[in-house]
């Protein structure tokens, strides 16, 4: 069953979906972090596919993004490192131990770096269309949210959602689905300067630096489940990272894109049901 809730940590509420299968279970929780501009919704059709194979899965908004709090840049910094931080913070507040991590997109890079950093937490990662290495650039159409006065223009506007999340998937998504998404940015202006700072200070170079040569080195199951048609994210160094690691694994989605999990939740359900324990 489909549970939203809130959870206060520190100074910060989150907003968090999760599934929850009847019964207990001794296996770990599956934790999914989305790409921008998107939100844990985007989680909703995989989250109950693996539900019903008997797996808790929870999927949060990330501070600044969706449902979840949007502080100013002064009060928080919109970095890898302080979302690195609220991240540990908040599966503590959630008493997990141990868990699955998913991420997708940029931001969900962000995820990648917390695995790296924080291996012993971690009993694997399944990955979808993420930023690996540093050939990946932040797309035009999302650099232009950082630009200073234009980005903040640019932010305030709703429809860069439909643009984006469509532009993206290569695919429409129901209007129904982009009420949600575009929700955060009709009810408040600080959900624009919360995307503005974060695309601002994202540190891609940086941190996809130290995703690809940690990922070099990973011994834990990773499963990578990429969208073929990424019109942002090439597979070449997908495929390098993959040879180059005999602990990933690879599972293409030849008419997907970069936001897989959107159209093709019952589809990758079966990819990752097949990988985890």
């Not at 070449?236 to 602990?247: F, G, Q």
Request: net charge negative; proline share 6%.
């Amino acid at each position: 069953m489909l549970i939203k809730e809130t959870i206060r940590v520190g100074s910060l509420e989150w907003f968090y979906r999760e599934e929850k299968p009847e019964g207990e279970s001794d296996r770990a929780t599956i934790v999914f972090l989305h790409g921008i501009p998107s939100q844990s919704y985007s989680w909703r059709v995989l989250m109950s596919q693996l539900c019903d194979r008997g797996y808790r899965a929870i999927a949060p908004d990330w501070i600044g993004h969706g449902f979840s709090d949007k502080p100013e840049k002064r009060e928080f910094a919109y970095t890898p490192d302080a979302y690195i931080d609220v991240l540990g913070k908040l599966l503590d507040a959630w008493e997990l131990d141990k868990i699955h991590l998913g991420v997708q997109g940029y931001l969900g890079s962000v995820g990648l770096q917390y695995a790296l950093q924080n291996s012993d937490r971690i009993e694997s990662l399944l990955i979808f269309n993420t930023p690996l290495d540093p050939t990946a650039k932040l797309p035009w159409k999302m650099r232009q949210w950082g630009i200073p006065y234009v980005g903040d223009m640019l932010t305030q506007d709703p429809l860069l959602i439909d643009r984006t999340l469509e532009g993206g998937s290569g695919f429409v998504v129901q209007d129904d689905d982009l009420d949600i998404y575009r929700r955060p940015f009709l009810k408040e202006s600080a959900a624009g300067r919360a995307l503005n700072a974060t695309v601002q200070n994202l540190r891609l170079p940086k941190a996809t630096e130290e995703i690809k040569n940690g990922l070099e080195k990973w011994d834990k199951p990773a499963q990578i489940i990429w969208g073929e048609g990424d019109p942002w994210l090439k597979l070449d160094a997908v495929e390098s990272l993959v040879k180059a690691n005999r602990n990933i694994q690879l599972e293409k989605l030849p008419e997907a894109k970069h936001y897989p999990q959107e159209h093709w939740g019952q589809e990758i359900g079966a990819i990752v049901t097949r990988f985890l324990p």
